[in-house]
């Protein structure tokens, strides 16, 4: 089985979950879903692990992107998917995750409630060559720089997820 084939969770726009359906038929057919965005920040929070998806992601391929993640898979739940999203893409296991927000992704067809997790991390990260063409620490203030330009390619829903998550340190103080 391929894996436009596996069975991803399939949730109603409320965000219950409502059954599943063949991954190619989610992407097909614009399915309400759910999906995982983990960011990791190095142990001291100064910096944030951004990668480049591969050119052959069925979405935002070859954009950067600052979050390991994906789709919920059938009978799975968010923080398991986070788990398991970060240990495929990253390879990082073991540490753990804090539950941040939720929050709603509507793009064309793609349409998702955005899990969204942090965790610390300053191991080695190992990159699923499937999915990750490359990756980089980048320091906190710089990726707000450069998300402030439009044209730097970057991943949709986590342009959308990260600035809401610097609107939440804003508001913290942090």
């Known amino acids: 089985m391929g894996a436009?084939?596996?069975l991803v969770a399939v949730?109603?726009?409320?965000g219950?979950?409502?059954g599943s359906a063949p991954r190619w038929r989610m992407r097909r057919d614009g399915l309400w879903h759910a999906a995982t965005s983990i960011l990791v920040r190095s142990g001291d929070g100064r910096s944030i692990y951004v990668h480049r998806r591969t050119d052959h992601k069925d979405v935002n391929p070859g954009a950067h992107d600052c979050?390991?993640?994906?789709v919920v898979a059938a009978g799975e739940t968010p923080d398991s998917g986070a788990e398991?999203?970060?240990a495929e893409e990253l390879g990082i296991r073991g540490v753990p995750l804090e539950f941040l927000f939720r929050s709603v992704f509507e793009q064309d067809s793609v349409r998702h409630h955005g899990f969204v997790y942090e965790t610390r991390w300053?191991?080695?990260v190992v990159h699923q060559p499937e999915e990750v063409a490359d990756g980089w620490w980048m320091p906190v203030a710089e990726l707000r720089e450069r998300l402030a330009d439009h044209d730097w390619p970057f991943a949709a829903d986590s342009r959308r997820?990260?600035?809401e998550w610097f609107t939440r340190q804003d508001a913290e103080g942090s």
């Open 84 to 86: 398991r999203e970060l």
């Open 161 to 163: 997820f990260i600035r």
């Open 67 to 70: 979050f390991a993640g994906g």
């Open 122 to 124: 300053d191991g080695p």
């Open 11 to 14: 949730y109603d726009a409320a």
């Open 4 to 6: 436009q084939d596996e």
């Open 16 to 18: 219950d979950v409502a």
